[in-house]
């Protein structure tokens, strides 16, 4: 079981920057990979970036990338969202995901372990 809790979103203006953060328990953090999705009102759940089990390869939804970086630290169980240049359609709750599966893409296969999410708004 892998147990995952975002923190770090908040309002913020047009143009500017937040990173969310994740905390990982229950598993050895090496062994997932993340990933970050988010999902606007009335809208559906999202990809938006993931990041392999070492960190060494990085994904990107079109609509964000330039934008935002995806990182872990292994040591810190942690994985993070730097979110530059925000634009108002970037509004939504942001949930950090988590998958076992070796190989997966989360933009094809939907991971199996979920945070709450947390609300990133983003006023123009």
């Known amino acids: 079981q892998v147990q995952l809790v975002e923190s770090g979103g908040g309002l913020v203006q047009a143009g500017g920057s937040l990173r969310l953060s994740c905390a990982v328990s229950g598993r050895t953090f090496s062994s997932c990979a993340m990933g970050w999705f988010r999902q606007a009102p009335g809208k559906e759940r999202e990809f938006v970036a993931q990041?392999?089990?070492?960190?060494?390869?990085?994904y990107y939804a079109d609509s964000v990338k330039g934008r935002f970086t995806i990182s872990r630290d292994n040591a810190k169980n942690t994985v993070y969202l730097q979110m530059s240049i925000l634009k108002p359609e970037d509004t939504a709750v942001y949930y950090c995901a988590a998958s076992l599966r070796q190989y997966v893409r989360m933009v094809v296969t939907p991971p199996e372990y979920w945070g709450q999410g947390t609300q990133v708004t983003v006023s123009s």
């Open positions: 990041i392999t089990r070492s960190g060494t390869t990085t």
